[in-house]
C-alpha cells in the first residue's frame, strides 16, 4: 500500500513498520471464556461476533457502542453495506442481546447512529433498556447537497440497564461565554461570573451538542479512521456516565478513542476491533495517554464551548501573559 503524502504541520498519528511489530505484540486474542480481570485494559484483536459468547458476564460499568450505520462504507478491509430499515433492524436484534449480558444492573449504555439508522435503533434499543434521551451532536462538516439539506450531525441514543445508575452532572457541565450579561438589583451577575478572561457561566449539560471538532489532520489525536469520533464527545460520556475504576467497553473500537480517554480519565477500559492496523493505533495512543491525559476543548473542570479557548488565549497574550492553554487550543 502506497504511504500517503502529508503537510508538514500534519499530525495525524501514523505507524512505522517497526511501532507496528511492537504494539501487536500487546494486541489481545480470545481462544475460550474468559475473566474481566483477564481482558481489563486490552485491545482484542478479534471480530466481535465470533466471541460473544466468551465474554464475562455483569461485568461492564459503561457500555459505548458506535456501530456502523445503515450506509455503505470501508473500513480497511471490511465493507459494510447499506440495506433496508428492517433488515438493519435484524442485524441490531442479531447480536445486541447477547452483547447485553455483559451489563452490571447499574450500567449505562451510549449507542450511535444516524437519521438512517434511527427508527432501527429506537425500536431495537426500546426492547433492551430503558432509553433516557437521544443526543445530537453537530459534526460540524459535511458534504453539501444540491437537493437536500447538509447532513451535518449524528444521533447518541442514552440507555441504562435499569433505574439505578450513575450520572455525574458536575463532571459534564459546560463553560459559555455570556451573552446577555443580566444583573440583579444591585449591579451582581445573576447566575454568572465576572472574570478578568471575560463573562462566563456553567450551564447544565443538555441533549444538544454543538461543541465538538471532528478529528482533522492538524489535531494530535486525528487519526485515518474514516468515522473516528472526537476525544472530547467520549470524555462527556465517561465523566458523566462513570466512576473512576470503573469498566467501559467499546466493541466496535475504530483507532481507540473510548479506550484512550478511559485511559486518561482513571477508567479501565475494553475495547474490541477486528482491523489490526486500528488495533495498533490504539496501542499508541494509549501509550502516549500514560504521559499526556489532555483533551481539547476540557480544561479538568468544564468543558469549553468551541474555539473559546483559542479566544481566550488570544486575549491572554494581548494582554501580555503567557500562553498556558496551548494543550486544550480548539481549533
Not at 447485553?100 to 444492573?105: A, M, Q, S
Request: hydrophobic content about 35%; some cysteine; overall charge neutral.
Amino acid at each position: 500500500m502506497k504511504e500517503k503524502i502529508r503537510a508538514p504541520r500534519n499530525r495525524t498519528i501514523t505507524l512505522s513498520t517497526n511501532e507496528a511489530a511492537v504494539y501487536r505484540e500487546k494486541l489481545l486474542r480470545l481462544t475460550g471464556p474468559t475473566t474481566p480481570q483477564e481482558i481489563e485494559n486490552k485491545t482484542i484483536n478479534q471480530d466481535l461476533f465470533e466471541i460473544l459468547r466468551v465474554l464475562p458476564s455483569s461485568f461492564v460499568d459503561l457500555l459505548f457502542i458506535d456501530p456502523p450505520y445503515n450506509l455503505t462504507r470501508t473500513f480497511n478491509s471490511s465493507t459494510f453495506r447499506e440495506r433496508s430499515n428492517d433488515e438493519y433492524k435484524n442485524w441490531l436484534e442479531s447480536w445486541l442481546p447477547s452483547l447485553l449480558r455483559v451489563l452490571k444492573p447499574t450500567a449505562s449504555v451510549y449507542v450511535c447512529g444516524d437519521w438512517r439508522s434511527a427508527t432501527a435503533l429506537h425500536l431495537v434499543l426500546d426492547q433492551q433498556l430503558i432509553v433516557r434521551n437521544r443526543i445530537t451532536w453537530e459534526r460540524e462538516k459535511g458534504r453539501g447537497a444540491k437537493t437536500n439539506w447538509k447532513n451535518a450531525s449524528e444521533d447518541i441514543w442514552f440507555c441504562t440497564a435499569s433505574e439505578n445508575y450513575t450520572f455525574n452532572l458536575d463532571a459534564a457541565k459546560l463553560k459559555r461565554k455570556v451573552i446577555a450579561p443580566y444583573t440583579d438589583d444591585n449591579g451582581k451577575p445573576k447566575d454568572w461570573d465576572q472574570t478578568a478572561d471575560g463573562n462566563y457561566r456553567i450551564t447544565h449539560p443538555s441533549n444538544l451538542w454543538t461543541d465538538l471538532s471532528v478529528p482533522f489532520w492538524s489535531m494530535p489525536e486525528n487519526t485515518d479512521h474514516p468515522t473516528q469520533k472526537p476525544e472530547k464527545l467520549l470524555a462527556k460520556i465517561i465523566l458523566a456516565s462513570s466512576n473512576p475504576g470503573d469498566v467501559v467497553f467499546d466493541p466496535f473500537s475504530g483507532s481507540g478513542t473510548t479506550s484512550v480517554v478511559a485511559k486518561k480519565l482513571g477508567r479501565k477500559y475494553v475495547g474490541i476491533e477486528l482491523d489490526e492496523t486500528f488495533c495498533c493505533l490504539t496501542e499508541k495512543r494509549i501509550a502516549t495517554a500514560e504521559n499526556d491525559k489532555s483533551i481539547q476543548g476540557f480544561d479538568g473542570d468544564f468543558f469549553w464551548e468551541r474555539n473559546s479557548l483559542r479566544e481566550r488565549r488570544r486575549e491572554r497574550s494581548e494582554a501580555g501573559s503567557a500562553d498556558t492553554l496551548s494543550l486544550f487550543d480548539e481549533k
